[in-house]
Structure formats: structure tokens, C-alpha cells
Nanobody, 125 residues
Framework: VQLVESGGSLVGPGGSLTLSCTVS??????????MGWFRQAPGKEREAVAH????????GYTDSVKGRFTISQDNARNTVYLQMNSLKPEDTAMYYC??????????????????WGQGTQVTVS
């Protein structure tokens, strides 16, 4: 299983970016698969940003990005996206996508994800 992110860049405050994560080596979607975006800033813990259930398309967001970020997917391309608008300096971090096989109704924490990408850097300055 391989997850490859792309799209990170340097952007000014208020700007927008779209991150992509393409999954290979496994089935992308079924009712048990959840894809997530996480981020980690220097000196801080990794935090969940957004999740999407690949089967239903249901989504969830951390409070700090609600209304600004949108997670979506293209099942035909085995790809999950994170559209980020109104970016703030505090959004600066390494962004990772991850894949979980998850049956519970809640969203998985980082430990629940068993496949991770290499990360893509987002800098807002």
C-alpha cells in the first residue's frame, strides 16, 4: 500500500491550496475504509484535520478548519483531496494523508491509521 501526497507549497495568508493523496496497491474504497488528513507543526503533536469515509463520503473536520477546508475524493482516481482556503500562518505544518480500516462510528485517531504518506509541506507566510 502506498500513499503519495502532493500540492504543498508556500502561500500568503488568505491564500488557497489543494493537497492531493493518491492511493495505490490496495482497494481505495469500501464501507470500512477511512481516509484522513493530519498535520504536524515543529514541536507540536500530530493532529487530525479532516476525515472522509470512502464508502459513504461522510466527512469530519477539526474545529479550527471548519468552513475553510474541504476534504473530497475521486474514487476513479483513488485520490483524496484537501482544499484549503483562507489559510492562516497557524496552518503551517507538514500535512500527511493516511488510510484506516475502521468500523466504529467515530473518527479514528492517528493510532487507528495504519498506512501513511510521506507528507507535503504547507507554509503560510
Amino acid at each position: 500500500v502506498q500513499l503519495v501526497e502532493s500540492g504543498g507549497s508556500l502561500v500568503g495568508p488568505g491564500g488557497s491550496l489543494t493537497l492531493s493523496c493518491t492511493v495505490s496497491g490496495t482497494q481505495y474504497t469500501n464501507s470500512r475504509i477511512v481516509m484522513g488528513w493530519f498535520r504536524q507543526a515543529p514541536g507540536k503533536e500530530r493532529e487530525a484535520v479532516a476525515h472522509i469515509r470512502t464508502g459513504s463520503g461522510n466527512t469530519g473536520y477539526t474545529d479550527s478548519v471548519k468552513g475553510r477546508f474541504t476534504i473530497s475524493q475521486d474514487n476513479a482516481r483513488n485520490t483524496v483531496y484537501l482544499q484549503m482556503n483562507s489559510l492562516k500562518p497557524e496552518d503551517t505544518a507538514m500535512y500527511y494523508c493516511a488510510r484506516a480500516t475502521w468500523d466504529a462510528a467515530d473518527w479514528p485517531a492517528a493510532y487507528g491509521y495504519n498506512h501513511w504518506g510521506q507528507g507535503t509541506q504547507v507554509t503560510v507566510s
